[in-house]
T-cell receptor, first 118, second 113 residues
Framework: EPEVTQTPSHQVTQMGQEVILRCVPISNHLYFYWYRQILGQKVEFLVSFYNNEISEKSEIFDDQFSVERPDGSNFTLKIRSTKLEDSAMYFC????????????????FGPGTRLLVL | AQSVTQLGSHVSVSEGALVLLRCNYSSSVPPYLFWYVQYPNQGLQLLLKYTSAATLVKGINGFEAEFKKSETSFRLTKPSAHMSDAAEYFCAVSEWGNNDMRFGAGTRLTVKP
């Protein structure tokens, strides 16, 4: 399966600053996702994105968060004013249908961006 | 709504011993079930998946999992543990490939020499 890359791999920021995390699927995909994993805790769904719109979002995904795919390639997660509790590993995932030559039964995850808010 | 519960946050086995990790799910529709592995400071790697075909599924690295609808369980096993199997293992459920995935809390597997 094609890979997903995420940049940066690590980011340290000050509380209140804006951060943008990027996800670059190597090939075309239909659905994109962001998940979060606070240190030592489980992976939590944040948001799914389809056809340039949010498809679903969890209760975690509040007004501080936004997603977009501005250039048809990069898929970004923006946190407007970071809080200490935003420190976590953020995973991008992607999904595409079988007719596009992909395994449509699962999502494939990127390596993650570790965000540390000080 | 779907959810998964992983039984045991920490499992310790000796090298060469059987690995058994337990996961129970809750779903209103036939679920898709997954086991992911996470090595320290790395991302999530898909070990195997169940998508309503055979109830015994084989994955990578010698792992396999058994789906039991009557018990709403998806049990991960490996006959003989290797030191390199030490990692965090996550069970996950979704309704379909493109639906949001719900993860369990994870089970940390330790392998003793």
């Amino acid at each position: 399966e094609p890979e997903v890359t995420q940049t940066p791999s690590h980011q340290v920021t000050q509380m209140g600053q804006e951060v943008i995390l990027r996800c670059v699927p190597i090939s075309n995909h239909l659905y994109f996702y962001w998940y979060r994993q606070i240190l030592g805790q489980k992976v939590e769904f944040l948001v799914s994105f389809y056809n340039n719109e949010i498809s679903e979002k969890s209760e975690i995904f509040d007004d501080q968060f936004s997603v977009e795919r501005p250039d048809g390639s990069n898929f970004t997660l923006k946190i407007r004013s970071t809080k200490l509790e935003d420190s976590a590993m953020y995973f991008c995932a992607r999904w595409a249908p079988k007719i596009w030559g992909h395994d449509q039964e699962t999502q494939y995850f990127g390596p993650g961006t570790r965000l540390l808010v000080l | 709504a779907q959810s998964v519960t992983q039984l045991g946050s920490h499992v310790s086995v000796s090298e060469g011993a059987l690995v058994l990790l337990r996961c129970n799910y809750s779903s209103s529709v036939p679920p898709y079930l997954f086991w992911y592995v996470q090595y320290p400071n790395q991302g999530l790697q898909l070990l195997l998946k169940y998508t309503s075909a055979a109830t015994l599924v084989k994955g990578i690295n010698g792992f396999e999992a058994e789906f039991k609808k009557s018990e709403t369980s998806f049990r991960l096993t490996k006959p003989s543990a290797h030191m390199s199997d030490a990692a965090e293992y996550f069970c996950a459920v979704s309704e379909w490939g493109n639906n949001d995935m719900r993860f369990g809390a994870g089970t940390r597997l330790t392998v003793k020499p």
